[in-house]
C-alpha cells in the first residue's frame, strides 16, 4: 500500500487508490471507487461506488461524494460541501436508473457548505463561493456565489479574482502570477505565456 489510510477509516475490497493519497479519520471509500494520487480524504468523507477523483484533489471534512460525481485533478472541496444525484428523491420510490452526472473540472474551487445539484458541470478553474447552491453549468473560471448561484466575476487559476465585467471583452492580469486572461462574451480563457 503506497497511500495513508487512518486505523478508523473502512476502504472496500476492490477500491483503487493512488499514490501518496491520504484518507483521515472515519471515511468510506466504496469499492468501485477510483482515486487518484496525491489526494487528501479529511474526516467523515464518503466516496460511493461510482466516483471518479483525480490527482492532488483535496477534499475537506464532511464531504459524502456519491454515485455519478467525477472530480478532475486539482479540485478542492470545501468543509461540508454538499452533493448530490437524484433530481428528485422520494424515499419511497427507486430512483436509481435516474442518477444524474456530475462533472467537476480541473482545478475548480468548491465552497465550504456550497451545494451542487446533480446534473451540472463546472468548468476549469471555476470557484463557487461559500454556500452557494449551483443548479446550472458554470463557465470556466467563473466566480459564482448565491442561492441560486449567480456569476459575479471570473476567478484566475491563482485563486484571486479578475478585474473583468461579467460578460463583454476585456484583457486583465492575475494580480499574483501575472498570467494574463483574456474574456470574449461570456467566456475567459487564459492566454499563453
Not at 487512518?6 to 493519497?21: K, Q, R
Amino acid at each position: 500500500m503506497n497511500y495513508q489510510v487512518h486505523s478508523s477509516a473502512i476502504v472496500d475490497d476492490g477500491a483503487v487508490i493512488g499514490e501518496g493519497s491520504r484518507v483521515w479519520h472515519f471515511v468510506h471509500v466504496c469499492a468501485g471507487a477510483r482515486i487518484g494520487r496525491e489526494c487528501s480524504l479529511g474526516q467523515n468523507v464518503f466516496v460511493g461506488n461510482k466516483v471518479v477523483i483525480g490527482d492532488k484533489v483535496k477534499i475537506q471534512n464532511n464531504v459524502s461524494v456519491y454515485d455519478n460525481v467525477t472530480l478532475e485533478d486539482g479540485v478542492f472541496c470545501g468543509p461540508s460541501m454538499v452533493f448530490t444525484n437524484v433530481y428528485n428523491p422520494r424515499s419511497l420510490i427507486e430512483r436509481k436508473s435516474e442518477y444524474r452526472n456530475t462533472l467537476v473540472k480541473r482545478g475548480a474551487t468548491l465552497g465550504a457548505n456550497c451545494t451542487v445539484v446533480c446534473g451540472v458541470t463546472i468548468g476549469e478553474y471555476a470557484f463557487v463561493g461559500a454556500g452557494a447552491v449551483v443548479n446550472k453549468d458554470v463557465p470556466a473560471y467563473a466566480l459564482v456565489v448565491g442561492v441560486p448561484a449567480r456569476q459575479i466575476g471570473w476567478m484566475s487559476e491563482f485563486g484571486e479574482q479578475l478585474e473583468l465585467p461579467v460578460a463583454g471583452e476585456g484583457e486583465a492580469r492575475c494580480q499574483h502570477t501575472g498570467a494574463r486572461y483574456l474574456l470574449k462574451g461570456q467566456q475567459v480563457s487564459k492566454l499563453d505565456a
